[in-house]
Nanobody
Framework: QLRLVESGGGLVQPGGSLRLSCAASGATLDYYSIGWFRQAPGKEREEVSCISNTGARTDYADFVKGRFTISKDNAKNTVYLQMNDVKPEDTAVYYC???????????????????WGQGTQVTVSS
């Protein structure tokens, strides 16, 4: 069974950068659409970015376009979220999720994905 483990979170200054990793085990991510989602206290979980199983398609929420980049390393079976020019409102627990269904189906729908990691805390503060 697929297992996802996020890492790379921490404290970062506004305008700084951070790279989150989502390491998979039990199956290859080539079979899954992968999404990054986040949840801040008192708010609903929301989409950040997604990548298709082949890596041919990516999608970004409007509030991260031009700042965040999703990518994957097939050899390491890992998906990354490069976060640049971070803002205080980016503070949240970030989760990666995987599903056999297509990016178009799962990306914009937090909670629909079949597999989830435990999350990693990102705090943007001066």
């Amino acid at each position: 069974q697929l297992r996802l483990v996020e890492s790379g979170g921490g404290l970062v200054q506004p305008g700084g950068s951070l790279r989150l990793s989502c390491a998979a085990s039990g199956a290859t991510l080539d079979y899954y659409s992968i999404g990054w989602f986040r949840q801040a206290p008192g708010k609903e979980r929301e989409e950040v970015s997604c990548i298709s199983n082949t890596g041919a398609r990516t999608d970004y929420a409007d509030f991260v376009k031009g700042r965040f980049t999703i990518s994957k390393d097939n050899a390491k079976n890992t998906v990354y979220l490069q976060m640049n020019d971070v803002k205080p409102e980016d503070t949240a627990v970030y989760y990666c999720a995987a599903d056999h269904r297509s990016l178009a189906i799962v990306c914009g729908r937090p909670g629909i994905s079949a597999y989830w990691g435990q999350g990693t805390q990102v705090t943007v503060s001066s």
